[in-house]
């Protein structure tokens, strides 16, 4: 799988994580805020195996992405 196809797969699964955010009523969370959220870990120990991106796209829960979002409020973070 080139970047290119694994960009569009990690975007895709951010766009659909985001799309069950808003069904319980968080309605402006973006999947660019989503990536933000889970990616940030990544910057200190470097991009793991794929499996373990979607996993931790998928299993993202709401508090844990508020809680990312309110740091970065306080930060003067924008995305």
């Known amino acids: ?20 955010f808003h069904l319980i009523g968080y309605e402006h969370v973006t999947g660019k805020e989503i990536w933000e959220c889970v990616s940030e870990k990544y910057k200190k120990t470097g991009q793991p195996e794929l499996h373990q991106i979607v996993n931790d796209i998928l299993s ?16 003067g973070n924008h995305f």
Do not use: H, P, W, Y
């Not at 993202?60 to 930060?75: G, P």
């Open 1 to 20: 799988m080139g970047d290119e196809d694994l960009n569009g797969v990690i975007e895709q699964l951010c766009n659909s994580k985001a799309e069950e």
């Open 60 to 75: 993202l829960k709401v508090t844990k992405f508020m809680n990312f979002m309110t740091l970065n409020a306080f930060r």
